[in-house]
């Protein structure tokens, strides 16, 4: 089914129903057989984007940026080094400027609120390209990857092992209870996520039939898991927990032991890189026989390409 999403920001997948959901992703799909077929496609041609990056990018920046100039458009990179947002000027007037030169605003950067304020501002189409609390682009990836391993996602168990209070956790549990999955964190009681949250996701699990399951016990959380999923133990910007968070989380490091916990032959690892082998992830895991990183890491820039398309055509 098709829907019109023109216009609209992508600044956190709470905004997006199942439906519409499902349809990025089913646009994702298609461009991906037309980008392996060899097709040229300009649906860009003439057209604009600002990328603004005040945190470090190597996938994110790497799929808006080929995504839209291989569809004829002008990706326009701006490290906050360069321009004057927050510093000698206010959000508010650089989105009004931005808005009127582009036709849509890729940003990556710490707070929520400053996504928000371009989207308020701008007038044109925002995508959240990882804040400190939300990352809704990667988790489009993410989705698209189990589908093209399990053929659906409704009823799949999704367990997300490590800092359950990240901008990962937080928007995968947000796009699984939407996409009705048994969505799991396992994680020690301290980093679990905010309760407004995990509760505002169980309504959206009630709604799709999935459910969502918050736990510090690892063979409760990891049993009959289709996927095992992790991120880094210190996200950007956190750097100085680093230590903290090597002792705190070292029991939850993905490793073929917990791999085996699943009891599932078929279940799949993934990872939003950039990953930390020896920390989160073992390398046995990451570069064995289960793993999906690269798939993954491929189809953000087919999702990335999907939901400039359904908000900008
Ligand atoms: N997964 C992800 O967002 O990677 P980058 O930090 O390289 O963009
Ligand atoms: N949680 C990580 C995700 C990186 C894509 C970070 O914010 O650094």
Redesign the pocket.
Known sequence: MAFNLKGRSLLTLKDFSKEEIEFILQISHEVKKERRSGKITQRFLGKTLAMIFE?RST??RSAFETAFAEEGGHPSFMSTDDIQLGAKETIEDTARVLGRMFDAIEFRGFKQETVEKLAEYSGVPVYNG?T?KF?PT?VLADLMTVQENFGSLKGLKFVYCG?GR???ANSLMIGCSKMGMKFVIVAPKSLWPEESLVNECKSFAEVSGGNVLITDDIDEGVVGADVVYT??WA???EESKRAERIKLLTPYQVNDELMEKTGNRDVIFMH???AVRGEEVTASVIDGLHSRVWDEAENRKHTIKAIMIATLL
Do not use: A, E, I, W
């Open positions: 945190k996938r994110t990882l400190d990352h990667q800092d990240n901008n990962m991120d880094v996200s950007m910007g939003c890189l950039p």
